[in-house]
Nanobody, 124 residues
Framework: VQLQASGGGLVQAGGSLRLSCAAS????????MGWFRQAPGKEREFVAA????????YYADSVKGRFTISRDNAKNTVYLQMISLKPEDTAVYYC??????????????????WGQGTLVTVSS
């Protein structure tokens, strides 16, 4: 599956953004999906993941209560709604596809396909 992330931009602290990740192919609904991020000078880290049917979601502690992952299998798209953004949320955000459709992982090695990344910058 090929992935294309979009929706990044510059936002003030406390603001919100919604990222989208469009997938190609007919097998999107057979994948668990995840979002990761990489801040300047730091390793890429897990943000959120969602099962194929959307009923199982997982979040990093740093974003719980502020970020929401969702998906629309009819549109082959996964979303990351981000509110109450903080400067420390500044990073390149990547979407990824995991063949474990029911329990997508929190580690990079779980994921087979990656999007190109979209930059989110939160100013203080």
């Amino acid at each position: 599956v090929q992935l294309q992330a979009s929706g990044g931009g510059l936002v003030q602290a406390g603001g919100s953004l919604r990222l989208s990740c469009a997938a190609s192919g007919r097998t999107f609904s057979s994948y668990g999906m995840g979002w990761f991020r990489q801040a300047p000078g730091k390793e890429r880290e897990f943000v959120a993941a969602i099962s194929w049917h959307g009923r199982n979601t997982y979040y990093a502690d740093s974003v719980k209560g502020r970020f929401t992952i969702s998906r629309d299998n009819a549109k082959n798209t996964v979303y990351l709604q981000m509110i109450s953004l903080k400067p420390e949320d500044t990073a390149v955000y990547y979407c990824a596809a995991d063949r474990d459709a029911l329990r997508p992982g929190v580690k990079e090695w779980s994921y087979d396909s990656w999007g190109q990344g979209t930059l989110v910058t939160v100013s203080s």
